[in-house]
T-cell receptor
C-alpha cells in the first residue's frame, strides 16, 4: 500500500499554462506539506495544512494555491507557469502537528518549457 | 532565517568503510531528523532525535543529537552500495511542525 502518493509523476507543460498536482495519504495523518526541490536538491517547504487548515505559507508566489478538500488530500494548483517553476515537488504528511516525523511522497517532476 | 549546514557536501568511499557526516547550525533545535533520498524517490526518514545528547541507532546507522542542540551527526558503518544517495538533516525548533528547515544534503557515493 502506498502511504503518500502523488500524481502525476512527471508533468511537462508550456509556460503560461495552469496545472495541478494531487497528493493523497492513507496514513490517517492530520498534517500535510508541499515542498519544492530545485536542481541543486535543496528542499524548501512551501505550505503546510493541518486538518484542512493552512498553518504554514512560506514566501511562495500567489500563483501557487494549495487546496485541501479533506485531511487525506492536499492538492497544489499552479497558475501561469514560469520556467523557474521547473523542479520536483514533494508532498509529505505527519501524524499530528506535534509530530515532526514527515513521510514523503515519490515526487512530481515538473518541467516548464 | 534559520539555516543548516551539512558537511561534507559529497563523499566517495569504498564499500565496507564507515561514514560520518554532520549537520550544524547557529540556532538551537529541539528535534533533529535524518533522511535519505534515493535517485528519483522522495526522502525517507532514517532516524529521529528528540533529546540533547540522545544517541540512536537504526541498523548500521547511528545518529546523535548534539549537547549544544546546534548540531547532529550521522554515522554509517560498513557501507554497502545501496547506501548511495543524498542524506538530509532537518531541524525543528518547536513541537508543532511550524518552524523547521532542511539542510542542503550530503551526497554519498560508494565504490565497489
Amino acid at each position: 500500500d502506498t502511504a503518500v502518493s502523488q500524481t502525476p509523476k512527471y508533468l511537462v507543460t508550456q509556460m503560461g499554462n495552469d496545472k495541478s498536482i494531487k497528493c493523497e495519504q492513507n496514513l490517517g495523518h492530520d498534517t500535510m506539506y508541499w515542498y519544492k526541490q530545485d536542481s541543486k536538491k535543496f528542499l524548501k517547504i512551501m505550505f503546510s495544512y493541518n486538518n484542512k487548515e493552512l498553518i504554514i505559507n512560506e514566501t511562495v508566489p500567489n500563483r501557487f494555491s494549495p487546496k485541501s478538500p479533506d485531511k487525506a488530500h492536499l492538492n497544489l494548483h499552479i497558475n501561469s507557469l514560469e520556467l523557474g517553476d521547473s523542479a520536483v515537488y514533494f508532498c509529505a504528511s505527519s501524524s499530528r502537528v506535534a509530530d515532526n516525523e514527515q513521510f514523503f511522497g515519490p515526487g512530481t517532476r515538473l518541467t516548464v518549457l | 532565517g534559520q539555516q543548516l549546514n551539512q558537511s561534507p557536501q559529497s563523499m566517495f568511499i569504498q564499500e565496507g568503510e564507515d561514514v560520518s557526516m554532520n549537520c550544524t547550525s547557529s540556532s538551537i533545535f529541539n528535534t533533529w531528523l535524518w533522511y535519505k533520498q534515493d535517485p528519483g524517490e522522495g526522502p525517507v526518514l532514517l532516524i529521529a532525535l528528540y533529546k540533547a545528547g540522545e544517541l540512536t541507532s537504526n541498523g548500521r546507522l547511528t545518529a546523535q543529537f548534539g549537547i549544544t542542540r546546534k548540531d547532529s551527526f550521522l554515522n554509517i558503518s560498513a557501507s554497502i552500495p545501496s547506501d548511495v544517495g543524498i542524506y538530509f538533516c532537518a531541524g525543528f525548533t518547536d513541537n508543532y511542525g511550524q518552524n523547521f528547515v532542511f539542510g542542503p544534503g550530503t551526497r554519498l557515493s560508494v565504490l565497489p
